[in-house]
């Protein structure tokens, strides 16, 4: 059906016609004539206006006062009130109020029209910049608001919503699932808006420190022939006549890579782990930003080009991120992030030296257990003032086959974890480059070589000492604003429960 909108009447290609407001069909309306406009296919179309331009809301300040804008965004809330109707503006982590009121410009009709429009509806509006007296707290824009002239309805939202977006802004816990199965409108939040964004900056940031300092981005496989951390936690796919695997980690090709003179590659892409954790910090698919490089006299060359990675990253989020940062905060809130430069590293049996300190009993070859790491994120906070710090010298029997040992304890590993506020988001060690070494460790970690054949053989003809480690994305961006659910920085998370959307 094809709906023309002149002035106060729709007309409909079957001949009937009605009065305004309808609001099954999108709508303009002021008091003055307006060109005619029409709805095909869910979409409204009126004249094309290339010279005139939409203003981003984050860009209505006082400076705009006086003048007459145009402005596309959702309708967030609505308000009627007498013969005036409030709306706020959303768009993406940015609103302002915005006012229809009877007057010179707007009739009774046009108010009660605004006020029926349909929440999360996408407007275009014509209005003039106001400042405010009073500051409007509710809104980012708070020093100004719009006096609407005219209003179109872009594409209208069904009266009925799977959730309301006031339900996003929750506590968590309150309403998470229902947030999960409606991810079409629970990234519209202010904080999701804010919470992605800064994500994306993560990303950016990552790929440009590491391009600085002369890596190359590489993509590698995610269906591979054999489990790529040497464990049982992979994911099993059919691939034709045999089976396969998705990749735990890019950490068999980095290495190849290096191995092929390319001295300094970084990768960004899924990975896939078959672990059946229900946690705040676990998923079965996640971004990971990897890292590996060659490395001249010793490990700790690599341990300190991957934490000024990290530093470069925790600076530009600080300076250019700054408005993401106090949008999450408002509903999250949480204590700056800390972190010092150089960055602080302990070794393993220093942290557990700690925690025995604090009351914890441990065996010097036992992994950190969860509340272990976090107990000593804490100590190191309340004794160095960070939230970034390095764990070096882990125990060898609680690291992958390809980790390189202690040459002088071989108890230990030339392998590290990297920590933010107390959770490791990063995994690292200096590998084995010696196909003997390397076919010793994959045997003893009941690995079969003949699936790992090209992995070992890549290093027959000489290959550089060399390190690197894995960064979980989601992890970060979680610890590093102080959320506590990794849920809420993956856009489509995926874990046991939950394939879908």
Same mark, same amino acid.
């Given at each position: ?38 709805? $095909? ?7 094309? =206006?290339? /010279?005139?331009?939409?203003? +981003?809301?984050?860009? &209505?300040? %006082? ?101 309301? $977006? ?7 816990? =309150?309403? /998470?699932?229902?947030?999960? +199965?409606?991810?079409? &409108?629970? %990234? ?153 430069e150089p960055t602080l590293r302990l070794e393993y049996s220093e942290g557990v030296a700690m925690l025995r300190e604090a009351g914890v009993e441990m065996g010097d070859e036992e992994d950190l257990s969860t509340p272990n790491e976090k107990l000593l994120g804490r100590l190191v906070k309340e004794k160095y003032d960070t939230d970034f710090y390095v764990l070096d010298k882990y125990p060898l029997a609680v690291r992958p086959f390809y980790t390189m040992p202690d040459p002088n304890d071989k108890k230990y590993s030339n392998s590290y974890d990297m920590f933010m506020r107390g959770e490791e988001i990063l995994s690292g060690a200096q590998r084995i480059h010696d196909a003997q070494l390397l076919t010793e460790r994959a045997m003893h970690h009941n690995i079969d070589l003949e699936k790992i054949k090209s992995y070992i053989d890549s290093f027959r ?41």
């Amino acid at each position: 059906m094809i709906v023309a909108c002149h002035n106060s009447q729709i007309n409909v290609t079957d001949g009937s016609s009605t009065c305004l407001p309808a609001l099954s069909a999108p709508m303009a309306y002021n008091k003055v004539a307006f060109p005619p406009a029409f709805f $095909l296919k869910g979409t409204l179309f009126f004249p094309c =206006e290339p /010279d005139r331009g939409l203003v +981003r809301v984050h860009e &209505l300040t %006082p400076e705009k006062a006086g003048q007459l804008i145009w402005v596309r965004a959702r309708i967030h809330t609505s308000r009627a009130k007498g013969k005036q109707c409030f709306l706020v503006l959303r768009q993406q982590q940015f609103n302002v109020q915005a006012l229809v009121a009877v007057g010179e410009r707007a009739s009774k009709q046009m108010v009660k029209f605004a006020a029926n429009i349909n929440k999360e509806s996408i407007v275009d509006v014509e209005a003039v910049v106001k400042k405010v007296e009073q500051t409007i707290e509710s809104c980012s824009q708070q020093d100004v608001e719009l006096h609407i002239e005219r209003i179109f309805v872009v594409s209208q939202a069904e009266p009925r919503l799977p959730l309301q $977006l006031e339900d996003c802004v929750r506590p968590e816990g =309150e309403g /998470d699932e229902v947030r999960m +199965r409606a991810r079409a &409108l629970g %990234p519209r939040t202010t904080t999701s808006q804010a919470i992605f964004r800064l994500q994306s900056g993560v990303c950016q940031l990552f790929r440009d420190t590491l391009t600085n300092k002369g890596f190359v981005e590489i993509q590698t496989p995610k269906i591979i022939s054999a489990a790529s951390e040497g464990g049982a936690n992979v994911f099993t796919v059919s691939y034709f006549k045999t089976s396969a695997y998705l990749a735990q980690s890019p950490q068999l090709y980095k290495q190849m890579c290096i191995c092929a003179d390319f001295d300094k590659v970084f990768c960004v892409g899924p990975v896939f782990r078959a672990e059946d954790s229900n946690t705040h910090r676990h998923l079965t698919e996640f971004v990971g930003l990897d890292i590996e490089l060659a490395f001249n006299y010793h490990y700790h060359e690599v341990i300190e080009s991957i934490t000024d990675t990290m530093v470069q990253i925790f600076k530009g989020l600080r300076d250019k991120f700054q408005t993401e940062i106090q949008t999450v905060g408002k509903q999250y809130p949480s204590e700056p992030f800390k972190f010092l430069e150089p960055t602080l590293r302990l070794e393993y049996s220093e942290g557990v030296a700690m925690l025995r300190e604090a009351g914890v009993e441990m065996g010097d070859e036992e992994d950190l257990s969860t509340p272990n790491e976090k107990l000593l994120g804490r100590l190191v906070k309340e004794k160095y003032d960070t939230d970034f710090y390095v764990l070096d010298k882990y125990p060898l029997a609680v690291r992958p086959f390809y980790t390189m040992p202690d040459p002088n304890d071989k108890k230990y590993s030339n392998s590290y974890d990297m920590f933010m506020r107390g959770e490791e988001i990063l995994s690292g060690a200096q590998r084995i480059h010696d196909a003997q070494l390397l076919t010793e460790r994959a045997m003893h970690h009941n690995i079969d070589l003949e699936k790992i054949k090209s992995y070992i053989d890549s290093f027959r003809y000489g290959a550089p000492p060399h390190g690197g480690g894995g960064i979980g994305l989601e992890r970060v961006c979680m610890l590093y604003l102080g959320l506590h659910n990794v849920r809420q920085t993956s856009m489509f998370p995926r874990d046991p429960k939950r394939l879908t959307p």
